[in-house]
């Protein structure tokens, strides 16, 4: 009797969690974001996650019944305010090489992903992220014959702090960087990706003026239908593994675990 009691009683609990993640999630989308895609090779062990992990979470998504789509299709759905449940984008930024060793299995889950351009790391060929080594950066042509999974946008021609430029400087960064992408890819470009997360004055304005539709910041959260939504700031969600992740990451996440979690 004693065993029923509390086996009625877990299935209450989870039943419960279920229900309060549901109506609280259920209108929710997230972009995801990533940097390398590797295994550790020393700097900053948050912006790697290995190869094997990262097919485990994209196998996982899938699994549960989550499907990816374009910024694109994203923007046009947050837009017309059609329904966003159950749907994700991926993103990868600066454009290191080894993002080469997510292509496949995006591939064959049939998922796209974004990846913002650092213009001159990719020109140089190689970059390193403040308190990170140098890492190789893709190049055109890997990313032309990879044009069936990623899409590409813009992460700036420099990659400065954008939010301490003055206007001159960061309408070059924008425009330039989508100028020169357009005329590489024959591709209109039409989402921005701020470095480090760091959004600039007017941002909505240059932005606009410029012809992008969208643009992601560092900030932790889900899209919500309801909201009053910025396209100019898309909150984004970065899925850390757990060897690379602090008790703050986790708790910063949190809801998008319990989400993920209750599949909703
Ligand atoms: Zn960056």
Redesign the pocket.
């Known amino acids: 009797m004693k065993t029923l009691k509390v086996l009625i009683g877990v299935i209450m609990f989870i039943l419960s969690i279920y229900l309060f993640s549901y109506f609280r999630y259920k209108d929710t989308a997230f972009i995801l974001v990533y ?1 390398r895609i590797d295994k550790y090779s020393g700097g900053l062990r948050s912006l790697y996650v290995s190869p094997e992990v990262f097919e485990k979470q994209m196998k996982y998504l899938h699994f549960r019944g989550y499907k990816c789509i374009s910024l694109d299709e994203l923007v046009r759905r947050l837009k017309d305010k059609e329904k966003i449940n159950k749907v994700f984008c991926i993103t990868f ?2 454009g290191y090489a080894d993002i080469k060793n997510a292509y496949e299995v995006l591939k064959k889950l049939g998922f796209k992903a974004t990846v ?1 351009l ?1 213009m001159e790391a990719v020109k140089i060929g190689e970059y390193a ?1 403040p308190h990170m080594p140098s890492a190789k950066m893709l190049n055109i042509d890997d990313l032309k014959e990879m044009k069936d999974v990623f899409y590409v946008g813009s ?1 700036s021609v420099s ?1 400065p702090d954008m939010s301490v430029l003055e206007k001159n400087d960061v309408v070059y960064e924008v425009s330039v960087s989508k100028r020169e992408l357009e005329n590489t890819f024959h591709k209109e470009i039409k989402h921005f ?1 701020y ?2 997360g760091k959004v600039f004055k007017d941002y909505q304005q240059i932005l606009q003026y410029s012809g992008y539709e969208s643009a992601v910041t560092l900030k932790s959260d889900f899209i919500k239908l309801t909201d009053e939504i910025d396209l100019y700031q898309l909150p984004r969600i970065e899925w850390k593994h757990i060897s690379s992740m602090s008790i703050k990451d986790f708790l910063k996440n949190f809801e998008f675990y319990l989400k993920i979690l209750c599949g909703v």
């Open positions: 940097h930024d600066d913002y650092h992220y992460h990659h990706c470095p480090y």
